[in-house]
């Protein structure tokens, strides 16, 4: 076995197995406490949130829609209730402030799936597969609100393993488990990171709101690193990183400003020199004990995608 032998060892040996998962242990306790919230109505009679998803009321008084959805809504010419679009600019005004894609990786049932996928591919060496542009997640998301337009109907949900997923463990869909296996497969096998990385419209959509959302990830001990290349690894959009990370001595700030970073925080959790933390898009300035030209000694090659 290798001197490293996985990926976030040096943050295991260096903070503890606990605070080198601290953020992946806490996104996967959020996802199932929210997927818990809804099935607790179904299956134990506690209905602290009806609905789903798409569309919900908790303690019958906060209604969230989801907004993607709601704009298929509309874009297929229905009239949207007053509850509907109270719900969505919850929803909104929620991620524009902790992270657009915060949804992706804190909230969507789907996250688990292709996380599991992406992290067995790693671990057994298996080649990425197909791997379209990533702007074809923004086709996707313009090609879904056409249809929409042209054809009267919200065609999209009736395809939209988010969807499926989720209504259909709420509301106990046998097929359900068809469609979990279908994304596991394709994205082990077909496509590495095929479906989240590059063709969920629910994705790019959020990905948009992030563009413009106010927590975000910062490298802000960037003069610490040691070249060990996991927080690339382990990021499910690792090209978010580069320019926060190796903007040292240019005037490129730490803040990482992509709207696809997902705000998973894997890179705090296995940084063993603590780059990264949690910071606001306004703190985007270089720390003036920068500016070492040490960037200028790192092989860019090494930091590809
Ligand atoms: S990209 Fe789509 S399926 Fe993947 S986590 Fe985000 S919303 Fe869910
Ligand atoms: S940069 Fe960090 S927080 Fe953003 S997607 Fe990558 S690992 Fe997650």
Avoid at 82 to 88: K, W
Avoid at 205 to 222: D, E, H, K, N
Avoid at 260 to 286: E, G, M, P, S
Wanted: glycine share 8%; net charge positive.
């Amino acid at each position: 076995m290798s001197a490293k032998s996985y990926i976030g060892r040096d943050a295991v040996l260096e903070n503890g197995w606990l605070a080198a998962h601290k953020w992946l242990l806490i996104r996967r306790i959020v996802q199932l406490g929210i997927l818990g919230l809804f099935l607790a109505g179904p299956l134990a009679d506690v209905w602290i949130v009806k609905g789903n998803l798409t569309s919900s009321l908790t303690l019958d008084v906060l209604p969230l829609s989801d907004p993607f959805i709601l704009l298929q809504s509309l874009f297929a010419g229905h009239v949207a209730a007053s509850s509907a679009v109270l719900g969505a600019a919850i929803v909104v005004a929620f991620y524009l402030l902790v992270g657009g894609r915060v949804y992706c990786s804190f909230v969507c049932p789907v996250n688990i799936v292709t996380d599991t996928a992406r992290w067995l591919a790693k671990r057994f060496a298996l080649p990425k597969g197909w791997q379209p542009s990533r702007q074809t997640r923004l086709w996707v998301m313009g090609s879904v609100l056409v249809t929409a337009m042209v054809s009267g109907v919200m065609a999209w949900e009736m395809l939209n393993p988010v969807t499926i997923i989720h209504r259909g463990l709420v509301y106990d869909f046998g097929y359900v488990w068809t469609v979990v296996l279908a994304l596991f497969l394709f994205d082990l096998v077909v496509s590495r990171r095929g479906w989240c990385g590059h063709l969920c419209p629910m994705g790019a959509f959020y990905g948009v709101l992030g563009v413009f959302s106010m927590t975000r990830i910062s490298a802000t001990q960037r003069a610490a690193c040691n070249d060990c290349m996991d927080c690339f690894a382990v990021c499910p959009e690792p090209h978010v990183i580069t320019p926060a990370l190796r903007g040292a001595g240019t005037k490129t700030g730490p803040v990482i400003l992509s709207g696809d970073c997902t705000n998973c925080a894997r890179c705090i959790d296995v940084c063993a020199k603590n780059v990264f933390q949690f910071d606001l898009r306004f703190n985007n300035f270089a720390p003036a004990s920068e500016g070492d030209g040490r960037d200028e000694m790192v092989s860019t090659n090494r930091h590809a995608a």
